[in-house]
């Protein structure tokens, strides 16, 4: 019998990663030394206290049931820790969890879209900002990132007819895979701008907490009024390595929240209990760790992107996140995808191809630092030995 799939299935080709994960393979069966910069999972460990409150939980046979709904001690912890760290007083209704931010961009799409809807993404951007709206059937219209504008959208000049029929808008900042901080005073521009359109702001907070050179990460619900048109994914998985948890909160405007919980409880039966009481650890918790993996993230960064430079490659310093972005040299051409193989196979590196990321993307190259410093000077030096790069 033929099996015949669902059309939306021909837009999803086999991931980037799941490539060079095989390529990588491949070099480390010929014994070749493999530097992989290429996937952003944090290499730190979570904190002890925030393991000791998992681990604790775990052994109570109460906490293996149905959870159903957060704890209250969760969303109070959240609430408290959008308060201290962001200057946002946030209500019981504008929190909820979901597992993990890129389940919650993923699902958001269903609850404020109709089939056929605008809507706003990035381009570059990561790619769930454009796959989850598509799942809800919405039409995207991507907005381009420039380096020559410093990677920040152009909202005065987004075609009036586009603003006029977009649903919701995504926005990233500092953004993966371009490793941009936003300017100073652009939530203060685009939230009156997205009032003004009638536009929904989905901001992915995912990096405020790792960002370099003395900027400050923000949240958009700073910025007076922004609950009347924003919603913020915010999560546990980069500041805190609780990535396999797959811990995640939206919070902001008290309707899109009950919406989507009243979606989600339609799919799900709430997080696991213990992950919950390690959440509310790590909110609760010392922030010391999280100062410190930012300082180490930028002694990476600096180690990459200043070593990169000084054997030619011509790599801007990330401002934020865990990764580092530039164009490929310029005798490759944009031909990304075939210059990561190529510095793989002559160096051991793995990066990511920047198409992945958007058309915008292409010609350039994306290296996650989830390696230590001095792996790091490694890799460099094997990009020079490699013979690519030159002066």
């Not at 390529?23 to 393991?51: C, R, W, Y």
Request: one cysteine or more.
């Amino acid at each position: 019998m033929e099996i015949m799939f669902a059309e939306r299935m021909k837009d999803f080709e086999e991931g980037i990663f799941q490539v060079l994960n095989e390529k990588k393979k491949e070099l480390e069966a010929q014994g070749k030394k493999v530097f992989n910069l290429s996937v952003g999972t944090p290499d730190f460990k979570p904190a002890q206290h925030i393991m000791d409150a998992v681990t604790e939980a775990a052994g109570k046979p109460e906490n293996y049931k149905y959870a159903l709904a957060d704890l209250p001690e969760l969303t109070e912890a959240v609430a408290e820790r959008f308060r201290k760290r962001y200057g946002v007083e946030l209500e019981t209704e504008e929190i909820m969890s979901v597992y993990g931010s890129q389940e919650g961009i993923t699902h958001i799409g269903f609850t404020l879209c109709n089939e056929g809807d605008v809507v706003l993404v990035p381009n570059p951007g990561y790619p769930i900002f454009s796959i989850g709206p598509a799942l809800a059937g919405a039409k995207l219209v991507t907005y381009d990132l420039l380096p020559e504008h410093g990677y920040m959208p152009d909202l005065d000049g987004m075609d009036p007819e586009i603003r006029k029929a977009a649903k919701f808008m995504v926005v990233s900042y500092p953004l993966n895979p371009v490793c941009k901080a936003a300017e100073e005073g652009f939530y203060e521009k685009l939230v009156p701008w997205a009032k003004e359109n009638g536009i929904v702001l989905v901001h992915d907070n995912a990096y405020s907490d790792i960002i370099y050179d003395g900027r400050t990460g923000k949240s958009i619900l700073s910025v007076p009024g922004a609950k009347e048109v924003c919603v913020e994914f915010y999560s546990l998985s980069k500041s805190f390595n609780y990535t396999g948890a797959r811990m995640g909160f939206l919070v902001g405007n008290k309707e899109i929240v009950a919406s989507f919980k009243k979606l989600r409880s339609q799919i799900d039966y709430g997080t696991f209990l213990p992950v919950q009481y390690g959440a509310i650890a790590a909110l609760t918790g010392p922030d010391d760790m999280v100062r410190e993996q930012c300082r180490e993230y930028q002694r990476r960064r600096d180690a990459l992107c200043g070593g990169l430079r000084r054997i030619g490659w011509e790599i801007p310093d990330s401002e934020g996140t865990m990764f580092a972005w530039g164009k490929i040299p310029e005798k490759f051409g944009d031909d990304d995808v075939a210059f990561v193989m190529e510095l793989m196979e002559k160096s051991g590196v793995l990066c990511t191809p920047g198409s992945s990321f958007g058309t915008l993307g292409k010609g350039c190259v994306r290296f996650a630092l989830t390696l230590p410093e001095e792996k790091i000077k490694e890799a460099v030096e094997a990009v020079e030995r490699s013979g690519m790069i030159g002066r």
